[in-house]
C-alpha cells in the first residue's frame, strides 16, 4: 500500500468487473485503488453467479467484449497456473416452438456475421448433445461450442491476487460516502480520503447512488434472480441448456453440468423482482424444478444442495453501460444484467484500451452503442 493517498485511477467496488478492470490496468502500469465495503473481493454478486461464460448474445458490442473473456478464462491457466475451473462446454438454446427456431435462425446469421462460432444442430443431433432431453415438439437448437463455464470464486481470486502482483492496490471495509471533483476526483470514504484523475465505478448494485455523488443518474435497477445446485452424479451431458419458453412466474430458466457431476440452475423471473433481498424464497425450487424435470426427466431424482438468491443490477435495454461520461474522468463499468462475471475480462480490457488511447474502430463503435447517453429503447434477446 502507498504511503500517501493519491493513484492514477480508482475503481469503486472489487466484484466481477472492478478486479478485472484493475489486473489489466495494473498490468499496464497504471498506479491503481479498488476501494469495497466488503471485507474480500467477490463478496457481492459474483459469489452467487452460477458460473456460465459466453459469447452467445445477440449485439455485436457484447458478443466482442464476450470472445475477449472466453479468451482470458481459456488461457488463463496455461499463463498462470491457475485451476480456475475452465471448461469448454457450449452452450444451446433449444427451441420448442416455430416462433423461437425463427428468432434463433435470425439471430445465428447475425451471430455468425460478427464472428460468433454458432450452428443450428437438428433435432437429431441435439438429442445426442443432450441425451435424455424431452424430444417431444423439439425442433432443434442453437449451439456454441467454444462457450464455457468457470468457478466464479475461483476466478476472481485468481485474478485479484495477479492484479496484487502487477501493483494493485486494495482496501475493504471502506463504504464511499462521496466524490468531488476539484483538479482530480477527491474520493470519501467512511475512513480515509483518497485522489485520482480518473474514477471508475463498478459498483454493481450500487451504480446508481456512486453516479449520484457526480451528479450523474445511472438507470441502473437491481432485481432478484435465484439458483441452485445439486448433488453430483455421473457426466451425462455437457452444454448449458437454455429453455426460452415462458411459464407461470418465470421468463427462462437454464442450468449446466459440472465436470464434477454437480447441476447448476437458474431462473428469470418475470415479471421482475426489483430490490436486493438476498434472502432465499420457498417459491423458487417447486418453480424451477417442475420446469427442468418436464424438460429433462432424468434430472427427478436429484438430490439438491442448496439454494440462493443475488440480484441483477439490471438496465432497461439489458445492455451493460460502459465509457466515458460528461463528467470527465468518471468511467462507468456499470449494468451487467447478471452477466458480470462473464463480460469482467472483456469489460477489463476494454476500459484499458480506453484510458491507455488505443481503442480500435470497433471499440470506439462499441462504446458508443453502451454508451449512458444512448437510446435505451432496445432489448437483449438473451437476457
Known sequence: ??????????????????????LFLAENDFDVLVIEKKASPGQGQNKK???GIRATHSDKAKISISQESIEVFSTWQEKFGDDIEWETNGYSFPAYTVEHEKMLKELLEIQQNFGLNITWVSKEEYLEIA???????????????????ASPYLSLNAFYFKSKEYGADYVFDEQVISIKKQSNFLVESDKKSYEAPIVINAAGNNARK???????????????????????????FYPMIVDLRAGPGSKNYYFYQKENGQIVFCITPEPPIEG??????????????????DLYPRLKNLKVRRTWRGQYPATPDGFPILGETRSKGFILGVGMCGQGFMLGPGVGKLLTRLL?????????ENLDSLSLYRNFGGEEKFK
Open 49 to 51: 453467479a452460477i458460473g
Open 210 to 236: 456512486i453516479g449520484k455523488m457526480v451528479d450523474l443518474d445511472i438507470p441502473v435497477q437491481p432485481d432478484s434472480h435465484e439458483g441452485g445446485i445439486t448433488d453430483g452424479v455421473q457426466r451425462f
Open 356 to 364: 491507455t488511447n488505443k481503442l480500435s474502430v470497433d471499440d470506439k
Open 1 to 22: 500500500m502507498k504511503m500517501n493517498n493519491n493513484y492514477d485511477v480508482i475503481i469503486i467496488g472489487a466484484g466481477s468487473v472492478g478486479v478485472p478492470v484493475a
Open 276 to 293: 436486493t433481498d438476498s434472502r432465499a424464497t420457498s417459491v423458487f425450487l417447486p418453480q424451477v424444478s417442475k420446469r427442468m424435470i
Open 131 to 149: 441425451p435424455g432431453i424431452s424430444s417431444d415438439g423439439l425442433r432443434g437448437s442453437t449451439y456454441s461450442p467454444e462457450d464455457g463455464s
